[in-house]
């Protein structure tokens, strides 16, 4: 049974630029979390997702920041107009129940904004 | 507002020594408190967990505690090997329905042979 895949695994792109994210659940997974973890910093929480809806955005940017699960397919994170503050590992969860006690985390994907 | 604290950036241990890593929070409401170990490279790994309902967990060489008094928990590994070199992440969550953890800043574990 494959993890928690993520990729890109590393991502360069220059300011303005789009950046996008996929994350492919564990299988059977139907709950998807990101989180970002900026330089010398634990991980923070940005979105909870189900497939084809979003139930928690609470820890997104306002702004340029969007994430999807759709039907098939992988968990995309998009960041849109890159600044170099957007610089960090984004890892991607996922887990089989709404409430469950355990997250399966997959490698991340380090984004450089030059 | 940094809710789940490690004050301790690093920490060595000699091999076959205990080592204890440390965690603090400041959201009485949390009530499910996880270790994740994370390998350079690599996404967080689940460790051990604990329910705010009881005061200790153990799993092989991994225990964690948890006082709630003092809002603290901390991690145990007896004996230490130089394979648990990695950084440790103390998180907690509030179940509402899903569990949104809020992780710590993670201490950096040296095992040294």
């Known amino acids: 049974n494959a993890g928690v895949m993520q990729n890109p695994r590393h991502l360069v792109r220059r300011r303005g630029q789009e950046a996008r994210l996929r994350c492919s659940p564990m299988?059977?997974?139907?709950?998807v979390y990101w989180y970002r973890q900026l330089p010398e910093e634990g991980l923070k929480f940005m979105v909870y997702l189900q497939k084809e809806n979003i139930i928690d955005e609470s820890g997104m940017p306002k702004e340029r920041f969007s994430a999807e699960f759709p039907k098939e397919g992988p968990s995309i994170l998009r960041i849109q107009q890159v600044v170099r503050g957007d610089s960090a590992a984004y890892f991607c969860a996922s887990s089989p129940l709404a409430g469950g006690l355990e997250q399966f985390f997959g490698p991340g994907t380090r984004l450089t904004v030059l | 507002d940094q809710q789940v604290k490690q004050n301790s950036p690093s920490l060595s241990v000699q091999e076959g020594r205990i080592s204890i890593l440390n965690c603090d929070y400041t959201?009485?409401?949390?009530?499910?408190f996880l270790w994740y170990k994370k390998y350079p490279a690599e996404g967080p790994t689940f460790l051990i967990s604990i329910s705010s309902i009881k005061d200790k967990n153990e799993d092989g060489r991994f225990t964690v505690f948890l006082n709630k008094s003092a809002k603290h928990l901390s991690l145990h590994i007896v004996p230490s090997q130089p394979g648990d070199s990695a950084v440790y992440f103390c998180a907690a969550s509030v179940f509402g329905g899903y569990q949104k953890v809020t992780f710590g800043t993670g201490t950096k574990l040296q095992v040294i042979p």
């Open positions: 959201n009485s409401m949390f009530d499910y």
């Open positions: 299988k059977g997974h139907s709950h």
